[in-house]
């Protein structure tokens, strides 16, 4: 089993910067393809970035290409999720997710293929 716990959300004005940070628990992630989501109200759940921890591969939904940057720390078992010059229309609750099945490997992108979620932290952008 996996624990994740995400942090680092909060109120920030359009134009402004988070850090969002998932800290895993229960066993290493170290082999684990790990990625952020997000759910708007009213909304689906949606990708966000996705982080494959054995190549270090990493995908990014193309609204925040250039913007946001996944990254990890594997000593410290932790995801990382930098946003940058954020808009209102990124307001969302931001979850962390982790899998290491072939599904979620070939296809970071579902939300589906996930068997692990955290919790999610609220991110609100005003314009």
């Known amino acids: 089993q996996v624990q994740l716990v995400e942090s680092g959300g909060g109120l920030v004005q359009a134009g402004g910067s988070l850090r969002l940070a998932c800290a895993a628990s229960?066993?290493?992630?170290?082999?684990?393809?790990m990625g952020w989501f997000r759910q708007a109200p009213g909304k689906e759940r949606e990708f966000v970035a996705a982080?494959?921890?054995?190549?270090?591969?990493?995908y990014y939904t193309d609204s925040v290409k250039g913007r946001f940057t996944i990254s990890r720390d594997n000593p410290k078992n932790s995801l990382f999720l930098q946003m940058n010059s954020l808009k209102p229309e990124d307001t969302a609750v931001y979850y962390c997710a982790a899998g290491r099945s072939r599904a979620v490997v070939a296809a970071p992108q579902k939300h589906l293929e996930y068997p692990y979620w955290g919790q999610g932290t609220q991110v609100t952008v005003s314009s």
């Open positions: 229960g066993r290493t992630v170290n082999d684990y393809c």
């Open positions: 982080i494959n921890y054995g190549t270090g591969r990493t």
